[in-house]
């Protein structure tokens, strides 16, 4: 960017923004997950050499619920790390414990961690879990709060299991037919879950029961023939839930988790090309605004929208807002704009996104409160 313009960003950012804050890590992540609400964990994924599993505690004025005034610590700061020797797909943590899920390539099993045993500031490993991984994808998995804790996990349909961590015991196989990939798992409260596969295919599941209690697919109405993603907005219980579909080709389905065939609202997004699915596709749920989702995995921004006014028409919608400053403020070895990796909202701050990028580029961002309907971009 040239410095003329870059400037002008800098004026323009200052009324887009409350708080923008860019770190550099040592490598680029596919992986933000919250700890808490005050440090996140992140991973490196080269599949070239050993990776970095780091928790970092992210600086007090973005954790504290008032201002803290003047903040001596604006960095961000490392509070364990441990080593692996294979590239991290996905991490989750375990609600209330210390222990991590990693997963990687085919062929990688689940890998269990703990942080900071006996008060060492290391993320050291403890087992592995086997996994039952497609050729075409990696395993992918799902947390719930659980006594003893448990992981859900798989790669294709019929490969879904629920094991329990510490036994390795498999106590629960949702028994899908057909090897379709997956690219979601999800839990919507301790005993439903929700399938969502790479061609569209979706199901919900209660795991003290065989079989999926509701099936559908958002592929089979012409919507897209790429592949999909989703998530769920769990926020007025299982039963009423959301599902946000969003497919490679930009197109966006709101269905309600009991009727998973037909959409109650849909959009189409404006997106520079396809994005990659197999790689950085990503939707979510905003916490703390009521039917905002954010979409990334289209290069080098994170688009929010604003879904209450949708309907059934599948049409340009207009973005609430689209953080650009990944791609303004980086560029990839080979000068090409970089692309955002992950992106995970904070879990009481209703406008503040973590947002990861291929560069090792990680910022936190808290954007004004704009005229609604702005479609601003930075």
């Known amino acids: 960017?040239?410095?003329?313009?870059?400037?002008?960003?800098?004026?323009?950012?200052?009324?887009?923004?409350?708080?923008?804050?860019?770190?550099?890590?040592?490598?680029?992540?596919?992986?933000?997950?919250?700890?808490?609400?005050?440090?996140?964990?992140?991973?490196?994924?080269?599949?070239?050499?050993?990776?970095?599993?780091?928790?970092?505690?992210?600086?007090?004025?973005?954790?504290?619920?008032?201002?803290?005034?003047?903040?001596?610590?604006?960095?961000?700061?490392?509070?364990?790390?441990?080593?692996?020797?294979?590239?991290?797909?996905?991490?989750?943590?375990?609600?209330?414990?210390?222990?991590?899920?990693?997963?990687?390539?085919?062929?990688?099993?689940?890998?269990?961690?703990?942080?900071?045993?006996?008060?060492?500031?290391?993320?050291v490993p403890l087992s592995t879990l086997p996994t039952d991984a497609g050729n075409e994808t990696w395993t992918r998995t799902a947390t719930t709060p659980s006594a003893p804790p448990q992981i859900l996990h798989g790669s294709q349909a019929n490969s879904i299991h629920l094991t329990e961590i510490q036994s390795t015991k498999r106590i629960y196989t949702l028994g899908l037919s057909g090897s379709d990939a997956l690219s979601t798992l999800g839990f919507l409260d301790p005993y439903t879950v929700f399938v969502c596969c790479r061609n569209g295919r979706q199901c919900m599941a209660d795991v003290r029961m065989p079989g999926a209690a509701c099936e559908g697919s958002v592929?089979?109405?012409?919507?897209?023939?790429?592949?999909?993603?989703?998530?769920?907005?769990?926020?007025?219980?299982?039963?009423?839930?959301?599902?946000?579909?969003?497919?490679?080709?930009?197109?966006?389905?709101?269905?309600?988790?009991?009727?998973?065939?037909a959409p109650l609202k849909c959009a189409k997004c404006r997106v520079p090309k396809p994005a990659a699915p197999e790689h950085f596709l990503n939707v979510c749920w905003a916490p703390a605004l009521s039917d905002c989702i954010s979409l990334s995995g289209f290069g080098g921004t994170v688009q929010i929208f604003d879904t209450k006014q949708w309907d059934c028409a599948m049409k340009e919608r207009e973005a609430l807002f689209i953080h650009r400053?990944?791609?303004?403020?980086?560029?990839?070895?080979?000068?090409?704009?970089?692309?955002?990796?992950?992106?995970?909202?904070?879990?009481?701050?209703?406008?503040?996104?973590l947002s990861a990028a291929s560069d090792g580029s990680l910022h936190v961002w808290n954007w004004s409160d704009l005229p609604e309907h702005d479609g601003t971009q930075l």
């Not at 490392?78 to 692996?84: L, N, P, S």
Request: charged share 25%.
């Open 219 to 261: 592929g089979k109405h012409g919507l897209s023939s790429a592949a999909w993603c989703a998530a769920v907005n769990p926020s007025k219980g299982a039963a009423c839930s959301t599902v946000a579909s969003l497919s490679a080709e930009g197109h966006v389905c709101l269905t309600d988790a009991r009727n998973l065939s």
């Open 1 to 123: 960017m040239e410095s003329e313009e870059y400037e002008e960003w800098l004026v323009e950012s200052i009324r887009l923004y409350k708080d923008l804050h860019d770190f550099e890590l040592q490598d680029p992540t596919r992986v933000v997950e919250w700890i808490g609400d005050k440090s996140i964990c992140v991973a490196g994924y080269d599949g070239t050499k050993r990776n970095e599993i780091l928790q970092l505690l992210i600086p007090q004025k973005l954790h504290a619920k008032e201002n803290p005034g003047l903040c001596p610590e604006r960095d961000l700061k490392v509070e364990h790390g441990g080593f692996i020797d294979e590239p991290v797909y996905s991490l989750k943590h375990i609600p209330q414990s210390s222990l991590i899920v990693t997963s990687g390539p085919t062929g990688c099993p689940l890998r269990v961690w703990q942080i900071g045993p006996e008060d060492r500031d290391v993320i």
């Open 325 to 353: 400053g990944h791609s303004v403020m980086g560029a990839s070895e080979a000068g090409s704009e970089p692309i955002v990796t992950a992106h995970s909202w904070h879990p009481w701050k209703e406008r503040t996104v």
